[in-house]
């Protein structure tokens, strides 16, 4: 069953391969009868691209492609009350600036309109387009959920060298105390 954070991946027995790597489907639009999706690869700033339903949904039963459900982080699915109140601002203030693009998500999905969206929430906000796209994606990758706009610092920063770890680097030239 395809569904919106569904992730289809290519099949390896493909000889002419439809998507050369996974992709989530971001938005089902019936009106159309389109689905769009967005690459998981490392360029995370691109917009996702309408492709026809039909088509997707029968790669889907002819087995050229699978699906699988988007894993979502933990951290996206916690509570307000296991996060500091300056993550909180910091992701509704986020939050805001995207708004009024995922009230309106067909405008934004579909090439005609979706760039004048964000050129006019960008000179708005008085954030660059680029950002806003990023931000998207982030909420997208996210599994559409608003602690999808959390920044990730789990990776960040080094185990404590210690107090006996040798400093690194040029010495200080213009102090007072050399």
Known sequence: ????????????????????????????????????????????????????????????????????????????????????????????ERYQIILPIINDLRSYLFPRYGHSIIAREAQRRGVQPTAIVRLMNMWFFGGQTINALLGDYSQVGIASPGESAQKVGAKRKNTPFT
């Not at 289809?8 to 769009?36: H, W």
């Open 1 to 92: 069953m395809l569904s919106v954070n569904s992730v289809l991946i290519p099949a390896d027995n493909d000889i002419e391969p439809t998507f050369k790597t996974n992709m989530l489907v971001v938005y089902i639009d019936r009106q159309s009868r389109q689905a769009c999706l967005l690459p998981l690869d490392k360029n995370r700033n691109l917009k996702p691209k309408p492709y026809p339903f039909k088509q997707i949904e029968n790669f889907v039963e002819t087995k050229v492609v699978t699906t699988a459900k988007l894993a979502i982080p933990t951290l996206h699915l916690s509570d307000d009350s296991s996060l500091k109140d300056s993550r909180i601002i910091k992701r509704d």
